[in-house]
């Protein structure tokens, strides 16, 4: 992939995150973090709504079905380890219900939510 290329497809993942956090919050979610870093990989979105706590991934592509199927269970994986990273290094967040979810985003179409997308154990 050309540096080129690598920029517009981060320009897309901004703009799809930015598009994610807009309908979280019209729902009801307070977005604690958005590319959260950790030690363990990057959390696209941590959102929390009442008592749970979400990590949410953003995948666009050109269809959502797409977008459904580029996640692997690696990523999967990766991201149960940054979650339990930032429960540990954030104690007003340990007693929260951890909740792992998805946003689908293609083009011309609205963000698909799925909420508890997996959980820890597959």
Known sequence: MTAAARHAAERRGQRAETLCCHLLRLKGYRVLERRLRTPMGEIDILARRGQ?????????????????????????????????????????????????????????????????AWTEDG
Do not use: C, N, T
């Open 52 to 116: 749970m706590l979400a990590i949410v991934e953003v995948k666009a592509r050109s269809s959502h079905a797409l977008a459904a199927e580029s996640v692997s269970a690696r990523q999967r994986h990766r991201l149960g380890r940054a979650a339990r990273w930032v429960l540990a290094s954030r104690p007003g967040l340990s007693a929260l219900s951890l909740r792992y979810d998805l946003m689908l985003v293609a083009p011309w179409r609205l963000p698909v939510h799925l909420p508890g």
